[in-house]
């Protein structure tokens, strides 16, 4: 026998005579804020900066990140109208990393950064700017994974700052990942 | 890894008494996390989340074959390689013919409780494998050769100063460099391996059967690059690593990071369905090694089932006195503090991990952390029960028991004792317990005065009470 009939063999004499425990349905409880206001103060709570702007705004607001440096680098799924007039670097060189989220969760302060935009923007540049879509802002976590119906390869939730305590208990930022997260909601039609 | 508990009470003296600053890292920092979580436990219907977390662990334990071989079929469906591996051998076997076929030199490790099980980095080192744990506490531990000394916070015993000496002799930082200087070192440093590297390994949080999802959690980093950047991913899984349904990450994540840190949710969360796409970013080639090493052992214990729905959270180790005392090294396995004393038994054998039920005073702050309400108390018992059963236990203890029984059991033998035990020399060099206590302690000194006498004078003097 391989090593797989055997554990299955095993954990189903274990489970002979167990009493099977029942699976409890998921319980929803709508938020009663505005998901965008409570995603704000929850990013900050985390130790991100959070925005509201409009997508003229956004780009404009892009631009004032980078005043100063060479250029950034961008997911592939930013959409042209977001995309600020810098040069691209590559993810391993660039001060900037520019993403476009697949969704944000109000209620853990979090956005969520698809696979297919390409990850090492989202993870190598000290600082990562997020955009992302005021419509695409869920009240809790439960109604967001709910309503995913593709899955991509990876799915990464971003809630802060890359952090760590390891060191003498003092919190550190930027430890591996950016250490510089910047969240801005885009109001509008889009 | 070797077990090392039979030491636990002889390596736990000698720790208190040589590495006196451990208890007051290991203290400070498990207060630390203990404060948080019950900050965090107090925003939410803790109560209802952890009876529900309960639930759909129970469920899948109870149904864990059905929904091993569903994850096993979407795995598969998302291209991910699956492997089942009952002991060490077999994870080692999957993982050397990776290494040999890929050609493998560097590797980069996200922090895994269970890898310390399997002892991969000495099997990657033999093969000649450069490997690089990325946690930043799980490198320093690394650097000085160490176990972790806790689940979460595997550096949680060094303090600050001991970490810049070592620093200091590494990377010729200056002694005083502060603890950011220190982590930009260790930066520079991991970042380079991590964009060389051609294998990233992992554990797992979760595993979700409907999707074939790998849930991972961290605050730094390092587990999203590890599963990004280098061409092959190996996730090491153990069987009750299971969720039956997508949606059960809304509960397990935002408690899993409540109990663990006292966040909200952790800074990053990986949510892996398998390799990269046609033309993105990402591993060609993600394994999952899904492995048993004593678990379907305990599945099979009528009592002890009940610590496989442990997330490894380390809400129990924070909460617990003794723990806080020593931190985890002198448990000498991988599991320590309140969860190892009920965890180490069943997965290597009672013998092996023998007086580890007994590191407990059986206060119960373990049970009221405990995410999911594994038992720890009543478990704490059962394995004592069982270890007098098995004759575990030295002659003398059953037979002092039994004294005890007598004397306490009679208000006259009682006060006879407890006057002749203030009378007489204590013979501390003779009997094992007072030894226990004596040695690297100063000798016992029984108050003058029994406490009922005292009590009386004070009735008498206050005239009754």
Known sequence: ?190 | MRARARLYPKEAARLLREKPGVREAVTGATLHFERNRLRAYGEVPIEEWRERAKAVKDHVLTHLDHYLELAERRLRENGVRVHWAETPEDAHRVLREIVQRHGVRRAVKAKSMLTEELAVNPLLQALGVEVYETDLGEYLIQLLGEPPSHIVGPAIHLSLEEIQKLFHQRFGTPLDAPPEALAQVARKVLREAFLSAELGLSGANFLVAETGTLALMENEGNIRLSTSLPRVHVAFVGLEKLLPRFADLALFLPLTARAATGQRLSTFVSLIQGPAREGEEGPEEVHVVLVDHGRTALLQDPEAWETLRCLRCGACLNACPVYRQTGGHPYGYVYSGPIGAVLDPGLLSLEEAYPLPYASTLCGACYEACPVRIPIPRLLLTWRHRAVAEGLTPAWEGAAMKAFRQVMASPALYRLFSKALRGLPLPQDLLPLLKAWTEGRGPLKPSPKPFHELWKELEEAEGGP
Not at chain 1, 31 to 56: F, Q, T
Not at chain 1, 72 to 83: I, M, Q, S
Not at chain 1, 112 to 120: I, M, P, Q, T, V
Request: hydrophobic share 40%.
């Open chain 1, 1 to 190: 026998m391989d090593p797989k009939a055997r554990i299955l063999a095993r954990v189903r004499r274990a489970l002979e005579g167990r009493p099977k425990a029942h699976l409890p349905p998921h319980p929803h409880t709508p938020l009663p804020e505005d998901p965008v206001d409570l995603l704000l103060g929850r990013l900050r709570e985390n130790g991100a900066e959070a925005k509201r702007l409009s997508r003229e705004e956004a780009k404009a607001f892009a631009l004032s990140l980078a005043q100063g440096l060479p250029g950034a680098a961008f997911g592939k799924t930013l959409p042209e109208d977001l995309r600020p007039p810098l040069p691209e670097l590559p993810p391993e060189e660039a001060p900037l990393g520019l993403s476009y989220a697949l969704f944000a969760v109000a209620e853990t302060g979090s956005v969520a950064l698809s696979s297919e935009e390409g990850r090492k923007a989202q993870l190598l540049p000290p600082t990562h700017l997020v955009f992302v879509e005021a419509g695409r802002v869920y009240g809790t976590l439960l109604e967001a994974l709910e309503d995913l119906k593709a899955l991509p390869a990876a799915l990464g939730l971003h809630s802060g700052p890359s952090k760590s305590a390891d060191i003498g208990q003092v919190m550190v930022k930027g430890v591996h990942g950016p250490g510089r997260l910047v969240v801005a909601v885009l109001i509008g039609p889009g």
